[in-house]
């Protein structure tokens, strides 16, 4: 099944078009997904989020919701699904915005999929650019899903979540061992030399 049979796909809000250059013609502001704020495991960082000020309301096709996908265009070309805390982020034009309108796949699935080491070959192969590879949304709206069972979906969405959550629990663990490896070893030395 492609995608474009399953989901609306658009690409996000060109921002120099709707930025308001002095305050009073501020109408409204947006929270905005950066380059940053997707890590390359899939997750959305939401303290690397900046602020957009708009000089009108934008359209709703800009704006993120639940169970919506963000995929970057330019590599690493992750893909990340919105949860509830991300609903109503401002999508720029950096970003493929994949709105799912199908009930025989679920939003977690088609991020990890996407994510998967076998699309990311099918991506290298499509890149455009010598420099900075992009991908265009024409592979996005042609990539083709293969049709499982839903409880297979949740049970792959699950896996990948529990995956993505131990790393992170573990990359925590990294640092605050570093932390107090350090603090043992200045201890150690200071002791010593006084």
């Known amino acids: 099944m492609k995608l474009k049979n399953i989901a609306y796909i658009g690409t996000g809000l060109v921002l ?7 305050d009073d013609e501020i109408v409204k502001k947006y929270k905005i997904i950066t380059l940053k704020s997707i890590n390359n495991d ?11 000020e708009s000089k009108e309301e934008l359209s709703s096709n800009y704006i993120s919701q639940k169970g919506d996908i963000v995929v970057r265009l330019s590599e690493p070309n992750t893909a990340a699904c919105i949860d509830k805390e991300c609903e109503g982020v401002l999508i720029p034009s950096q970003f ?3 709105r799912p309108n199908s009930l025989e796949y679920i939003p ?6 996407f994510n998967s080491q076998f699309v990311k070959k099918e991506i290298s192969k499509a890149m455009v650019g010598s ?4 991908i265009k949304t024409g592979f996005i709206n042609e990539l083709e899903l293969n049709e499982i069972s839903i409880e297979k979906q949740r049970i792959i969405a699950d896996i990948a979540l ?4 131990e790393k992170e ?5 990294i640092k605050e061992k570093e932390i107090l ?12 030399i006084n």
């Open 169 to 173: 629990l573990l990359q925590k663990l």
């Open 108 to 113: 977690e699935y088609i991020a990890w999929y």
């Open 131 to 134: 420099t900075l590879g992009i």
């Open 181 to 192: 490896y350090e603090s043992v070893l200045n201890q150690i030395y200071e002791e010593e």
């Open 96 to 98: 493929c915005l994949i």
């Open 162 to 165: 529990l995956k993505k959550k």
């Open 42 to 52: 899939g997750f959305i960082e939401k303290d690397l989020m900046e602020e957009f």
């Open 16 to 22: 120099n078009r709707k930025k308001a250059d002095k």
